[in-house]
């Protein structure tokens, strides 16, 4: 299968990204109270309500949705604007993701990473690198957009 991104993107929201979607998608559904437990430094595991297990089984679902759709999305399209619109969106939502963190966590945890646990750096440190490599992929850093000679369809002139 082809897809329009270079190289470096490619493994990364391609591969990488998926993979650690459905990671997180497990760990949601099979141990919600972990997972939610998880999301912050320095939290006890304790029994959800029903209330709070769903929150953490649709968090799951929605990680189970985004990786559907990043692999639908990068390797079925053509267009070039449909890749850089896809990556526009997934970094407003990096960027609200990181603000909501942030905003519980407090300044003094999140910008501290030699306290964050595997979770914290899957929540702050993780986003924030598939931030920066979609603003790099979206300037160009990693090489042009553009498809590949495996998708470019040569069209017969009458």
Same mark, same amino acid.
């Given at each position: 299968?082809?897809?329009?991104?270079? +190289?470096?993107?490619?493994?990364?929201?391609?591969?990488?990204?998926?993979? @650690?979607?459905?990671? &997180?998608?497990?760990?949601?559904?099979?141990?919600?109270?972990? *997972?939610?437990?998880?999301?912050?430094?320095?939290?006890?595991?304790?029994?959800?309500?029903?209330?709070?297990?769903?929150?953490?089984?649709? !968090?799951?679902?929605?990680?189970?949705?985004?990786?559907?759709? &990043?692999?639908?999305?990068? *390797?079925?399209?053509?267009?070039?604007?449909?890749? #850089?619109?896809?990556?526009?969106?997934?970094?407003?939502?990096?960027?609200?993701?990181?603000?909501?963190?942030?905003?519980?966590?407090?300044?003094?945890?999140?910008?501290?990473?030699?306290?964050?646990?595997? *979770? !914290?750096?899957?929540?702050?440190?993780? +986003?924030?690198?598939?931030?920066?490599?979609?603003? &790099? !992929?979206?300037?160009?850093? *990693?090489?042009?957009?553009?498809?590949?000679? @495996?998708?470019?369809? #040569?069209?017969?002139?009458?």
């Amino acid at each position: 299968m082809a897809t329009l991104l270079p +190289t470096v993107p490619y493994w990364v929201f391609c591969v990488s990204e998926p993979v @650690s979607l459905v990671a &997180g998608l497990a760990i949601a559904i099979l141990d919600p109270e972990q *997972f939610v437990a998880s999301q912050l430094p320095n939290t006890e595991l304790t029994q959800l309500s029903p209330s709070n297990k769903l929150i953490a089984w649709q !968090t799951g679902n929605l990680f189970g949705i985004m990786g559907m759709m &990043g692999i639908a999305i990068l *390797f079925a399209t053509t267009e070039v604007v449909v890749v #850089k619109r896809y990556l526009v969106a997934l970094l407003l939502g990096d960027i609200g993701h990181l603000t909501a963190v942030w905003w519980v966590m407090g300044s003094y945890e999140f910008f501290a990473p030699h306290r964050w646990s595997g *979770f !914290t750096w899957g929540n702050v440190g993780i +986003t924030a690198l598939l931030a920066l490599v979609r603003i &790099g !992929t979206l300037v160009g850093l *990693f090489g042009p957009i553009r498809p590949q000679p @495996s998708t470019v369809v #040569k069209v017969k002139s009458k």
